[in-house]
T-cell receptor
């Protein structure tokens, strides 16, 4: 069954604020985690990834944090823009495997 | 460099017909993955293929579903005798040869299958 889930199904933020999207996972054998953004009618778009030997990784306006002790993953988006409106999925991959296990997703909406 | 291509983008089939979904991976990618997504849900893994080989089909239903990735041409996901429950978005992803490293999977735009 699914081992990746999200704490909140929807998140609404003001434009310009920071967004934090959370994800819990239960498979301790997972060693690779990815955040995807999916806009309506489109396929998932890679945002950022992190391996289990890291706690934090930064990209352009995005940061992923990994807490292996509590099996928690988060995506932080700085200065949220209207174009960030989408559904965000976390996904994990078990060590030695190739398939991704996705969470249900969080819908991020931006208030002007 | 073109991304992952899928066709058709939308497919309507009557119950009992066959659905054939095509996926062309990114240039240079030799690994293909198929996922299914129901409305308001995350993607569910179906099958992982390399050229002429099925590597992992643990997410494929045992009956009516099959997948191939021939030496030449696109990967094909085939659903025989479709039922209404097969209605979903089907996404293909590709990645380069792993060579011991971890590579992200790049997704196509998906095929929306509707069974009437």
């Amino acid at each position: 069954g699914e081992s990746v889930g999200l704490h909140l199904p929807t998140l609404s933020v003001q434009e310009g604020d920071n967004s934090i999207i959370n994800c819990a996972y239960s498979n301790s054998a997972s060693d690779y985690f990815i955040w995807y953004k999916q806009e309506s009618g489109k396929g998932p778009q890679f945002i950022i990834d992190i391996r289990s030997n890291m706690d934090k990784r930064q990209g352009q306006r995005v940061t992923v944090l990994l807490n292996k002790t509590v099996k928690h993953l988060s995506l932080q988006i700085a200065a949220t823009q209207p174009g960030d409106s989408a559904v965000y999925f976390c996904a994990e991959r078990e060590r030695g495997a190739q398939k991704l296990v996705f969470g249900q997703g969080t819908r991020l909406t931006i208030n002007p | 460099n073109a991304g992952v291509m899928q066709n058709p983008r939308h497919l309507v089939r009557r119950r009992g017909q066959e659905a054939r979904l095509r996926c062309s991976p990114m240039k240079g990618h030799s690994h293909v993955y198929w996922y299914r997504q129901l409305p308001e849900e995350g993607l569910k893994f179906m099958v992982y293929l390399q050229k002429e080989n099925i590597i992992d089909e643990s997410g494929m239903p045992k009956e009516r579903f099959s997948a191939e990735f021939p030496k030449e041409g696109p990967s094909i996901l085939r659903i025989q005798q479709v039922v209404r429950g097969d209605s979903a978005a089907y996404f293909c992803a590709s990645s380069p040869r792993t060579q011991g490293r971890t590579y992200e999977q790049y997704f196509g735009p998906g095929t929306r299958l509707t069974v009437t």
